[in-house]
């Protein structure tokens, strides 16, 4: 009922900065749990960050805490990855997921999941 679609991703240098969007329909997710994940071949799927539904707490993976942002507009049904200081360790697909409410876990159980799109850091 909710369709997640990615978008941004793409080739950087490693220190260079790219922002992923997330952008949803079929719903309105303004009160919904919202994170990105990311996945690099032959890994398993790893949480990055997460958002509650009106951005009054984040959370971040200790890979990526100081380096990344996640935040949300609720106007627009979007979500955003601001991602700076790229290393290569971060090239993996990331996707974009909701989770209805009511949540109280920030790292698992998202309903709703995007297609993915691929973030390439070389060094």
């Known amino acids: 009922q909710v369709q997640l679609v990615e978008s941004g991703g793409g080739l950087v240098q490693a220190g260079g900065s790219l922002r992923l969007s997330c952008a949803a329909s079929?719903?309105?997710?303004?009160?919904?749990?919202m994170g990105w994940f990311r996945q690099a071949p032959g890994k398993e799927r790893e949480f990055v960050a997460a958002?509650?539904?009106?951005?009054?707490?984040?959370t971040y993976a200790d890979s990526v805490k100081g380096r990344f942002t996640i935040s949300r507009d609720n106007a627009e049904n979007t979500v955003c990855l601001e991602m700076n200081t790229l290393k290569p360790e971060d090239t993996a697909a990331y996707y974009c997921?909701?989770?209805?409410?009511?949540?109280?876990?920030?790292?698992?159980?998202?309903?709703?999941w995007g297609q993915g799109t691929q973030v390439t850091v070389s060094s």
């Open positions: 079929g719903r309105t997710v303004s009160s919904y749990l």
């Open positions: 997921a909701a989770k209805r409410p009511p949540y109280a876990l920030y790292r698992t159980g998202y309903d709703y």
């Open positions: 958002i509650s539904g009106n951005g009054g707490i984040t």
